[in-house]
C-alpha cells in the first residue's frame, strides 16, 4: 500500500480516533458479540441465521462453519459500523459503501467450496459428481463468456417466447415496427405503440403467453404496434457504430410514431414506454410538440427517468472521468458490449445475481431452474459507442435532459414541459435501477393529467406481473395534483394500497382514453410501405450479441 493510499485512510477515519467514545463503543459491541458467539460455540447452542446463504439444514449440522458464518456476519456489521461514521462528502461515500459491500459479499464464507457446509455436503451424498458437474458447468461459461442464470435449452424466441401472433410492417436500420393481429371482434379506435428499452430486447413485454403485456393488451381490445430495437454487431458495415442519440430518437422513436399513425390514419395515438424506451419516448414526443407534431393522445411510462438528479445506485458507475473515457473510446464510433453492460447490472445484486450461481452451478452442480426472465436477461444487446456516451453525460452525468432547450436534437430544443398529455406514471417500490422518487418526480415536469401507480417488487419483476397470478400489490392516490404539491412520502403515506396487478388499473386508465370499440381489421399494415414483412417477432430480436 502506497503512502498517499496510507494518508487517505487515515483522513477517513480521523474522525472516528478524535471521537474516542464513538471508536470505543464500536469496539465494546464488537467484543461482547464477538464473546457470545464464542460461548455460544462452546455450548453448541449457536442460533440459526437466517440470512439465505447460511440457513439451510447443511450448515445448522456443522457447528464449526456455522461459527465461522457467525464470524463474518458479525465483521461484516462491525465494518459497515465504522463505514458510517466515516465523515466525507455523500458521493464518496457512497463509492466507497459500494466498494466495500462488494467485497464484503464476495468474501462470505460461502463462496469458498471448502468452507460452503452446502457444497461439502451435496460432495459427499453424489461421492464427489456434483464438483466434476460443477467444473463442466464453470468451462460451458467459460467458453460462453457469462454465467449461466436458467435453463438456456428451455426457450427459443419465436418459439415459446415472444409468440404474440403479428407482423412486421416496417423496418429500417434502428428498428422493426411489429403490428399485432386482434384478438377480439371489436378493438379500440385509438392505437398504442409500445418503446422498450434499447439496452434489453422487447420480449420482457412479450414473454410466455401467461405473464406477456403485449397478449393482454391485445386481448383487452388493443390494436398494439411495437419497436424491436436492433442489436448492432461489432462486423456490421452500415455504419451502426456511429449511431447517435439523436438518430435514435428521430430514425427510431419519431419514425415509430409517425408510421403508426400512417397507418391507422389516426392524427394521435396512445403511446408506452418503458425505462430508457420511456426516456427515449418522452424525448421523441417532445421534440416532435416542438416542430408542430402532436402525436400523443397519451403517455405511460413504466420505471422511467426524466429528472436524472437522484439515480439510486447508479450513480457510483458514473463520474466525470468514467464518462470522459467513454467519449474517447467510443464516444465518435465504436460499440459498448452488451457482456460489460449485463455485469454491470448483475453487480448491482450480487448475491442474488452472481455469487448464488457460483455455489449451486459450479460448487454443487446444478442446472438452473426455467424462468423466461432471467433468460431474457441473459439475452443482452450491444449499443452504438455515441448513443451510449452522450446518454452517460447528458443524463446520468450532467441531467441536462430537465433545462429546457440545453439538448438539442438537430436543430431542435428538448423541452420537457411541452408534453401535456394525459399520463400514467407507473414505479416499483424496490427499483435498485429507477428509485421510485425519481420517477415520481416526473409529475413535476410534465403537463397534463397525471396519474402515478407504485407496483411492489423491483425494476423488471413489478412491471410483469400480469393479473391471473394475483400476485403482489399496488399503491394509488387519488390526489389532484392541481392542488398543490404533494411529497412522495405525502403521496405513499396516503396511497391506498390493492391487491394483485397493477395492469388492471391501467387497463381501465387506458380504456377511457382509447375511443370507441370498432370492428377489427383483418389485415395488419397497409398496401404501401407498410406491408406485412415477416411473421412476429421478426429478425432483430434474434440476433445474439457478440
Known amino acids: 500500500m502506497s503512502e498517499q493510499q496510507n494518508n487517505d485512510i487515515n483522513a477517513w477515519l480521523a474522525p472516528l480516533y478524535q471521537s474516542s467514545e464513538a471508536w470505543l463503543s464500536l469496539q465494546a459491541n464488537f467484543v461482547k458479540d464477538f464473546q457470545q458467539i464464542f460461548s455460544q460455540a462452546l455450548t453448541g447452542n449457536l442460533p440459526e441465521i437466517k440470512d439465505r446463504r447460511f440457513s439451510s439444514e447443511a450448515w445448522k449440522k456443522n457447528p464449526q462453519l456455522l461459527s465461522l458464518a457467525h464470524l463474518y456476519l458479525l465483521s461484516s456489521k462491525a465494518i459497515f ?28 464464507p460461502s463462496n469458498f467450496f471448502a468452507l460452503n457446509a452446502d457444497a461439502i455436503e451435496t460432495f459427499e451424498k453424489t461421492h464427489g459428481e456434483s464438483l466434476q458437474k460443477g467444473i ?38 434502428f428498428f422493426e415496427l411489429i403490428q399485432y393481429a386482434p384478438q377480439t371482434e371489436t378493438v379500440y379506435e385509438i392505437p398504442l405503440l409500445m418503446v422498450p428499452p434499447c439496452i434489453n430486447k422487447f420480449y ?29 454487431l461489432p462486423n456490421d458495415p452500415d455504419g451502426v457504430h456511429r449511431f447517435t442519440w439523436g438518430d435514435y430518437i428521430e ?31 418522452a424525448s421523441a414526443l417532445a421534440i416532435a410538440k416542438a416542430r408542430g407534431q402532436d402525436y400523443a393522445n397519451s403517455m405511460t411510462l413504466l420505471t422511467t427517468f ?17 464518462v470522459a473515457i467513454r467519449e474517447q473510446t467510443i464516444g465518435q464510433e465504436g460499440l459498448m458490449p452488451a457482456k460489460e453492460l449485463a455485469i454491470t447490472f ?25 424462468f423466461d426472465i432471467l433468460y431474457w436477461n441473459g439475452d443482452s444487446t450491444n449499443l452504438p459507442g455515441p448513443f451510449y456516451a452522450y446518454y452517460l453525460r447528458n443524463a446520468y452525468l450532467e441531467n441536462n435532459f430537465m433545462v429546457p432547450n440545453k439538448t438539442q436534437i438537430g ?36 403537463t397534463g393529467d397525471i396519474k402515478f401507480c407504485l407496483g411492489a417488487s423491483g425494476h423488471v419483476a413489478g412491471v410483469i406481473n400480469p393479473p391471473a397470478k394475483n400476485k403482489r400489490n399496488y399503491w394509488i392516490n387519488n390526489y389532484i395534483y392541481d392542488d398543490g404539491y404533494l411529497s412522495s412520502e405525502q403521496w405513499f403515506e396516503d396511497a391506498d394500497q390493492m391487491p394483485g396487478s397493477w395492469w388492471t388499473d391501467w387497463y381501465e386508465w387506458i380504456a377511457e382514453r382509447a375511443g370507441n370499440r370498432i370492428k377489427a381489421k383483418k389485415t395488419l399494415g397497409d398496401r404501401t410501405i407498410y406491408k406485412p414483412r415477416a411473421d412476429a417477432p421478426g429478425e432483430y430480436v434474434k440476433v445474439k450479441a457478440v
Not at 453487480?347 to 442446472?367: A, C, D, H, I
Request: with cysteine; proline share 3%.
Open 136 to 173: 463442466q458447468n464453470l468451462m460451458m461459461d467459460i467458453q460462453k463468456g457469462r454465467m449461466t442464470q436458467t435453463d438456456e435449452d428451455a426457450f427459443e424466441v419465436g418459439k415459446n417466447l415472444a409468440i404474440t401472433p403479428g407482423k412486421v410492417v416496417y423496418q429500417n436500420a
Open 251 to 281: 430514425q427510431g422513436v419519431m419514425r415509430a410514431l409517425q408510421a403508426v399513425s400512417e397507418i391507422t390514419k389516426k392524427e394521435k395515438i396512445n403511446t408506452l414506454g418503458f425505462c430508457v424506451g420511456g426516456t427515449m419516448l
Open 204 to 232: 420482457i413485454l412479450d414473454l410466455q403467453p401467461e405473464n406477456s403485456f403485449v397478449r393482454n393488451a391485445v386481448e383487452q381490445g388493443h390494436t398494439v404496434f411495437l419497436m424491436s430495437w436492433r442489436n448492432p
Open 411 to 446: 436543430d431542435t430544443g428538448l423541452d420537457f414541459s411541452l408534453l401535456d398529455m394525459d399520463t400514467y406514471l407507473y414505479a416499483s417500490k424496490d427499483d435498485h435501477i429507477v428509485p421510485w422518487k425519481s420517477a415520481y418526480a416526473s409529475k413535476d415536469i410534465l
Open 346 to 370: 448483475s453487480f448491482l445484486r450480487p448475491n442474488e445475481l452472481v455469487w448464488n450461481y457460483v455455489v449451486s452451478n459450479y460448487f454443487k452442480g446444478e442446472t438452473p431452474l426455467p
Open 306 to 322: 426524466l429528472d436524472f438528479s437522484d439515480t439510486g445506485i447508479m450513480h457510483v458507475f458514473v463520474d466525470e472521468a468514467s
Open 81 to 108: 459500523d465504522v463505514l458510517d461514521k466515516i465523515e466525507l462528502d455523500q458521493e464518496t461515500k457512497d463509492k466507497l459503501d459500494f466498494a466495500v459491500h462488494q467485497w464484503v459479499d464476495a468474501v462470505a
